[in-house]
């Protein structure tokens, strides 16, 4: 079992382009794509211990930038659907999302709703920097403490 989940995350790292490729995953999961990015990150963590921190930072970016594509595909639908039919009421959990404003985005790490939430965000023109800083806080310490769990239980996972 643990031959075949090392061949699984050698797969995923893909360690002949490392954190180019840990970029990209991870930018294409945060849009609205159905893609998770954390097996690349502990793969290339797992081969690669030296490149804990790097990976961190460029997953965070990736995941990052790919949140502030589907705030402005948010903000872009909305304007379309405006043109179309007029501005209109929102709902009660868009409503509680205006109350919260961009640090709403702090959430933009959670599975299923995270990736939306930044589209729905552009969606009511919320502020653009400030939506993408709380995105960057909240993707940063989900890949810390993800990894960090995940290195915890599987300490002798790739080490050969």
């Known amino acids: 079992m643990e031959t ?29 794509l159905p893609l998770g990015s954390e097996p690349a990150v502990f793969g290339l963590i797992k081969l690669n211990p030296n490149l804990f921190w790097p990976t961190i930072g460029i997953a965070t970016l990736g995941n990052t930038l790919g ?7 948010g903000l872009g639908a909305h304007k379309a659907l405006d043109k179309v039919r007029g501005p209109h009421t ?7 999302l205006e109350r919260f404003g961009p640090r709403a985005c702090l959430l933009s790490w959670l ?21 993408v800083g ?22 002798g996972l790739g080490q050969h």
């Open 111 to 131: 599975p299923v709703v995270g990736d939306p939430l930044c589209a729905v965000s552009g969606w009511l023109k919320l502020p653009f920097w400030p939506c």
């Open 4 to 32: 075949w989940l090392l061949h699984l995350l050698d797969l995923l790292a893909l360690p002949q382009f490392g954190l180019s490729t840990v970029f990209v995953v991870s930018f294409i999961s945060a849009t609205l």
């Open 134 to 155: 709380y995105m960057a806080v909240g993707k940063f310490f989900r890949y810390l403490v993800m990894t960090t769990l995940l290195l915890f239980l599987f300490p």
């Open 67 to 73: 949140g502030a594509v589907s705030w402005w595909m």
């Open 90 to 96: 929102e709902g009660r959990a868009l409503a509680w």
